[in-house]
T-cell receptor, first 112, second 107 residues
Framework: DTAVSQTPKYLVTQMGNDKSIKCEQN?????MYWYKQDSKKFLKIMFS???????INETVPNRFSPKSPDKAHLNLHINSLELGDSAVYFC???????????FGPGTRLTVL | KNEVEQSPQNLTAQEGEFITINCSYS?????LHWLQQHPGGGIVSLFM???GKKKHGRLIATINIQEKHSSLHITASHPRDSAVYIC?????????FGEGTQLTVNP
């Protein structure tokens, strides 16, 4: 009965590949987020969706594309992976746009 | 300079000590969040507050809106409190994070 789940937990891939990370929440929340945590453990918002509508789109390369098929799912697709994309990616959700956020376990992406 | 500053960056304490972690922010906020990141990497929300003080067990969070400052206190610290504590300022849905405080509590 995991609240916010992400798959896969680990992802190792070669430069230039395309990969996706999936996120699902079973909390009935309206808002979902993607965060990137770099090698110095600094967290930064990437995207946020509210009821399948994009509400935050930070300055990230357009190789990153979020997709929300329904309000319980927010997937992150990354094209043409680069070495600098190596990081831990966290998904989170909140009841509404301003509520407390619940985080997924993270996906550690390593680009070789 | 980051919009959210935490201090100290690293903190080592003996079991039983009272711990304080500070957070200052320069942005307008709707709320201030305290998060805990376990050694295994998972992130847990500890508090979300927009005024005053909140308490959960041995953890207390306070915020002073006028001074743009928040503190997280841990009473009677325990080795299991060892983690990274992260302060984040929210403006609507957008969270801006501090760099985190690595806390180590020795038995």
């Amino acid at each position: 009965d995991t609240a916010v789940s992400q798959t896969p937990k680990y992802l190792v891939t070669q430069m230039g590949n395309d990969k996706s990370i999936k996120c699902e929440q079973n909390l009935g929340h309206d808002t979902m987020y993607w965060y990137k945590q770099d090698s110095k453990k600094f967290l930064k918002i990437m995207f946020s969706y509210n009821n399948k509508e994009l509400i935050i789109n930070e300055t990230v390369p357009n190789r990153f594309s979020p997709k929300s098929p329904d309000k319980a799912h927010l997937n992150l697709h990354i094209n043409s992976l680069e070495l600098g994309d190596s990081a831990v990616y966290f998904c989170a959700s909140s009841q509404d746009r301003v509520g407390e956020q619940f985080f997924g376990p993270g996906t550690r992406l390593t680009v070789l | 300079k980051n919009e959210v500053e935490q201090s100290p960056q690293n903190l080592t304490a003996q079991e039983g000590e009272f711990i304080t972690i500070n957070c200052s922010y320069s942005v307008g906020i709707s709320a201030l969040h305290w998060l805990q990141q376990h050694p295994g990497g998972g992130i847990v929300s500890l508090f979300m507050l927009s005024s005053g003080k909140k308490k959960h067990g041995r953890l207390i969070a306070t915020i002073n809106i006028q001074e743009k400052h928040s503190s997280l206190h841990i009473t009677a610290s325990h080795p299991r409190d060892s983690a990274v504590y992260i302060c984040a300022a929210s403006s609507g849905s957008r969270l801006t994070f501090g760099e985190g405080t690595q806390l180590t509590v020795n038995p």
